[in-house]
Every structure is written in C-alpha cells, then in structure tokens.
C-alpha cells in the first residue's frame, strides 16, 4: 500500500548534543532508497508501506542508540494519498 | 528496550465513517497484551519497543483495511523513560 | 465555538530540569476554569476557543520563562467536536 | 520573542471538501508577512512570537468557517530557536 512518514526526532538525553543524533538520523533515511523531502521540523518519506515502517523503525533504533531517552514525532498517511509532489506543485519549494 | 507508543487515528475516507474504524483500532488495541491508556486523542501503549512497534503497524493496516485514506499521528518515546504511572501519579485520572 | 486543546511541552533546552517546568504549566492550566485531563502525553483542555486559545499562548509562555528553547506539539479540534466525555465513555480511564 | 509554528489542517467534516479548505488557510498564510515554507504536510512559520500567534488563532477560525470540524497539528518552537535557513542549509531544498 502506498504510504508517506513524517518523522520528526527530538532526543531528550544525550551526551552527543541533540543536533549531532538529528543529522545521523537524517543520513542514514537519505540513504533509503525512498522518495524523501527534509522540512524544517521533519523528514518525509514516500513510497510503499512495507519498505517505509521498517525504516521508520530502523530509524528510532539508531536514534536510541546515541540518546538515553528519545522522542519522535511522527505522522503516517497510508492508502489512497497525495504524493509529495502533488501536495507541493501549487506552492514554491523555496522559503518565502 | 522500553518505549511508549502514544497512537491517534484520524480516516480521512471511509464510507464506514471515522468513529467506527477508530473504535476497531481500540479493540485490537485493547487484545494486545500491553498495558495502555486510552485518552480524548490517543491510545497511549507502553512495553517492549520489540512488542509495541509490530503492534503500530498492524493497527495502521487495520485501520487501512476498513478506510481508503488513514492519517495517524503517533508520538514515541523510547529509552530511559517514564511510566505512565509515574507520568500521572502526581495527577488524578478524573477529568476536571 | 467549541473547541479541545491537547497540549504537550517538551522543554528542550533549561537549567532547571525538563519535569519542573512541565509540572508548572500543568499547574497554571488546572488553574483555570474549564475542563481538563492530564494524560501521559499531554494535557488536555475543553471549553469555548474564545477562553482556550489565550489560555495556550500563556502556557507556552510560562514554559518559555523557564526554559531557554521550548518545543511543544498542539492538538486543536474545533467546531462540532465530541467532548472529552464522548470520547472516553466506552472506555475505563484507568490504565489496563 | 522568536519562534516557529508549524501547522497542518485536516478538515474532518465539510461539504467543500478537504483540500479547497488547506488551500484557503495557505492562502491566507502566505499573505501574512512571516517567512514561511509550504512542507507536505505543514506550513512553517517564522517570526516574533507576539505576530505568529494571533496568525495561528485566524487561521484555526479560517479554516472553521468553512468546516464543521476541524483538526490542526501544530507544533510550536518558542526561544533560542534554530532558523528555517539553519535547519535546511545541509538539505537541499529538492525532494530526493
């Protein structure tokens, strides 16, 4: 089924500094093989269910691994959805 | 490790209507052998990550099976983390 | 109009600790006068969002005067929404 | 004081459908003079805190205006903040 993520990490406790654990995160979803989309406040991922929540997952492992204590926010739209795409052709990519 | 899944559903499209399809996703919910909470706006989980994040995604799909288009925000906390007993002790369950 | 504010504060950067200044706004929302619950992940608040609205500016306020860099994620739901009530009353309150 | 808001509008009940109602509040919000950038699934907002909340408040009303039931998401960043050119200057702006 075709899905989109949204993930937004925010570790609570670490000793690495939050910004260090945020961008390790964000690298290892960029080297999914996934449409993606890093906003302000949180990472996009696109394409079929089964190939996005394991990263989902795999994600908030790898954040867990550098935080002691690590909250994420996260939104899922699953079914018949609006592609990135589609929910971004009316307005510029650009900050305004 | 210890986590906490906090899971709302909101079905965007469904003929079935959005209260049926989110009191079916508490009923499965509610089967799962983990302690949880219901609130006003979400179904707050707490366990295992290894236990709770199988559980996420099967109630997404649930909630897939019976509404064409699902939206889920879901919070996770993950690590050393507080109970929800610890999280409410000092507050009564009552509403106000 | 009706409305229901959920409001969760993650303080993510403060000298005082991130629980003292959750328990302080807590403690500012069940000041006042309308109808609320405390949940795991977030406080809930029930009324006219004439009355709701400037009670969630002061709260983030509040938590800025404590902590140097505030995050918090806000639920609103407005207009012909079910209560509080409604929405708990096939479920116990206590946690199972 | 700084801060960003980041809002996403789920009309739950209306006869104008879904996305003719996030386009007005868009619409709206792109008039305002706040930096801003459309995401798939929010619009952030930067600014004083005393300009982007009463924005926040007339863009709930907005989109309540033309849906009987409305669900927001807003997340709020309030304080020593990061800027929205400072959270994306590793990031292309271009979806991958």
Redesign the interface.
Known sequence: ?KA?I?L?I?P??TDKG?LPVI?DV?EYL?KQPV????????T?LEGE?EDL?PIL?KA??L??SQ???????????????LS??E??E??S????
């Open positions: 089924m989109s949204a937004q925010l609570l406790s939050r961008e964000i960029q449409r993606q989309l890093v906003t302000p406040f949180e996009v269910w929540f997952g908030i492992e954040a867990g935080a002691d204590n690590v909250f994420a926010n996260v939104k899922i739209n699953y079914g018949e959805i990135i795409d929910k971004l009316k307005y990519a650009s900050a305004d």
